[in-house]
């Protein structure tokens, strides 16, 4: 895996938060570029030696590590996200002082100077970052959108106008292209969020934050875990719903098993927020902790006798076992002798052989043509 970030900023030493790919860079062709036009088009017509510069979904960390001189709001929705951004600061000696870390549920802290947005793959969480820039930053402040350009289409580049007056775009370079705009304050929002949906067939109510995986309804992966919910004779002593989303099947466990404690964990702050909303719009509130961490990163060993599951298969835009992987190895470490993961998955995805040989014991319960439900039983 290459590491050596180079720049007009110097060269910089960058990690990704997996080791499961080591193709993959820590950055991409859209960070170069807008560290490249920012520095010879933009940085000089600011006239001012130490900006404040709001960055929002810096991956690994590229532009925080590049313009780590000025004053830095480095806002994301993922607790891992900011993780590896602190460690790539470490690895170049780089100090944190004048760096804030905000979560993209938070309000941005300060009105910047310049404000770069990475663009994401979802139009439904960047119109969230869009009204929250247009919301709280007032007008004049230049945005740079940057992103690769599968993740631009027409639809982005009307949100942006919408949410900023009048954009350009930059050519294409090494598949990436640039989006400028200036913050023009509030405008109407096209989509309030977070937006509402019901299961029905579980009598569920429920909000979803943006940037969830099944934006606005439940994902059928879920539904088919719903359909066929473990079942248990006695009270499990602690349930954990790892990578909960929206909470839907941590809602389930709270209804078949009223006494146990249940903890809903997630990566995403948007996705914890909408649990704890779930929780209680549904008659639920204070029957679930709530934490936002990295797989179960601050969850005690040998804790928990269940833990329940839909995990990732994509990390950022690439198939990897990199998350899920590091979810089991966490599950593993979290449950007790004798204690249960349950997950369910693509049918394709092979995981299967993997978690037998780490549990001791995997077996499929349910199947259908498109997803699989797979008990994995911690043997020793």
Same mark, same amino acid.
């Given at each position: ?13 960058? +990690? =990704?938060?997996?080791? +499961?790919?080591?193709?993959?860079? %820590?950055? $991409? ?50 607790? !891992? ?14 100090? =944190? ?24 793959? !979802? ?34 580049? +009307? ?6 007056? +009048? ?8 598949? %990436? =292209? ?52 473990? =079942? ?13 989303? $929206? ?12 006494? !146990? ?14 649990? *704890? ?16 961490? $990295? ?5 005690? %060993? ?15 835009? %690439? ?16 449950? *007790? ?44």
């Amino acid at each position: 895996m290459e590491k050596d970030f180079n720049t007009s900023y110097g060269t910089f030493t960058l +990690e =990704r938060d997996s080791d +499961e790919d080591k193709n993959l860079r %820590a950055w $991409d062709a859209s960070d170069i570029y807008a560290l490249e036009t920012f520095k010879s088009d933009i940085e000089s017509t600011l006239n001012k030696e130490n900006l404040n510069i709001t960055i929002i979904n810096d991956s690994f960390g590229a532009l925080t590590c590049a313009l780590a001189k000025h004053k830095i709001e480095c806002v994301s929705d993922s607790f !891992s996200t900011h993780s590896v951004i602190k460690s790539n600061l470490g690895l170049n000696i780089l100090s =944190r002082d004048n760096i804030a870390f905000t979560s993209s549920s938070s309000d941005i802290e300060s009105t910047p100077d310049v404000l770069f947005l990475k663009i994401p793959k !979802s139009n439904n969480y960047l119109e969230y970052l869009l009204q929250k820039i247009s919301r709280l930053i007032g007008s004049g402040v230049p945005v740079i959108g940057f992103g690769m350009t599968r993740n631009i289409h027409s639809s982005t580049v +009307e949100l942006f106008e919408h949410y900023l007056g +009048e954009v350009h775009t930059s050519l294409a370079k090494k598949k %990436a =292209r640039l989006v400028f705009g200036s913050t023009k304050g509030s405008v109407k929002n096209i989509v309030e969020y977070p937006v509402k949906y019901s299961v029905p067939q579980f009598n569920m109510d429920l909000v979803n934050n943006a940037n969830g995986f099944s934006f606005g309804k439940i994902d059928f992966g879920t539904l088919f875990f719903l359909d066929h919910f473990p =079942r248990f004779k006695n009270q499990p002593e602690k349930v954990i719903d790892l990578g909960c989303g $929206d909470g839907s099947l941590a809602l389930l466990a709270a209804e078949k098993w009223p006494e !146990s404690p249940i903890i809903c964990v997630d990566n995403s702050y948007l996705a914890v927020d909408s649990a *704890k909303e779930n929780f209680k719009i549904n008659g639920y509130e204070g029957r679930s902790e709530f934490k936002v961490t $990295d797989c179960l990163t601050g969850i005690d %060993a040998k804790s928990a006798d269940l833990i329940l599951c839909n995990p990732p298969f994509h990390e950022y835009h %690439a198939v990897s076992m990199g998350v899920a992987g590091r979810m089991f190895k966490d599950a593993y470490r979290v449950l *007790k002798s004798g204690g249960s993961l349950f997950i369910v998955k693509n049918k394709h995805l092979g995981y299967q052989s993997y978690l037998k040989t780490l549990f001791g014991e995997c077996k499929t319960i349910a199947g259908n043509k498109k997803y699989e439900i797979l008990k994995a039983v911690k043997v020793i």
